[in-house]
């Protein structure tokens, strides 16, 4: 008979599981209204998505844009772990010049593919700003 109440026992854990699942899809149904209401007010008032965003409270971690760091820790940009400001492009795509790169990260496609062809990357030194 052991076997008779591990079915039931196995029964009774699909059932509660099933509840569950029901209980989620009915949420997620209210979710997906509330949020086409959300997305059709906005649009008829012309609201952005990043408005929307921000007004919600934004995700990201670390300090707000156009706020100063109290520690003085963006003095030491340079040192090593701090943040580094943005430097001028070193490499420029032939084919699309508005492609800049300027040495740091990870390479863009292009130039990895320029370099696939043989290209030297000292032949895709160009300077200036991209726009």
């Given at each position: 008979?052991?076997?008779?109440?591990?079915?039931?026992?196995?029964?009774?854990?699909?059932?509660?599981?099933?509840?569950?699942l029901i209980r989620?899809?009915?949420?997620?149904?209210?979710?997906?209204?509330?949020?086409?209401?959300?997305?059709?007010?906005?649009?008829?008032?012309?609201?952005?998505?990043?408005?929307?965003?921000?007004?919600?409270?934004?995700?990201?971690?670390?300090?707000?844009?156009?706020?100063?760091?109290?520690?003085?820790?963006?003095?030491?940009?340079?040192?090593?772990?701090?943040?580094?400001?943005?430097?001028?492009?070193?490499?420029?795509?032939?084919?699309?010049?508005?492609?800049?790169?300027?040495?740091?990260?990870?390479?863009?496609?292009?130039?990895?593919?320029?370099?696939?062809?043989?290209?030297?990357?000292?032949?895709?030194?160009?300077?200036?700003?991209?726009?």
């Amino acid at each position: 008979m052991p076997k008779i109440s591990n079915t039931q026992k196995k029964i009774d854990q699909l059932k509660k599981e099933l509840e569950l699942l029901i209980r989620n899809s009915n949420l997620n149904k209210k979710r997906d209204k509330a949020l086409e209401k959300i997305v059709s007010i906005a649009k008829q008032n012309g609201i952005s998505a990043d408005e929307v965003s921000a007004a919600l409270g934004s995700s990201r971690r670390g300090r707000k844009p156009g706020k100063v760091a109290k520690s003085g820790k963006a003095k030491r940009a340079g040192k090593r772990g701090g943040k580094r400001g943005k430097v001028k492009p070193k490499y420029r795509n032939p084919a699309n010049p508005a492609q800049t790169w300027a040495g740091r990260g990870l390479s863009p496609l292009w130039f990895k593919a320029l370099k696939a062809e043989g290209k030297e990357h000292t032949a895709l030194i160009g300077g200036g700003t991209a726009k």
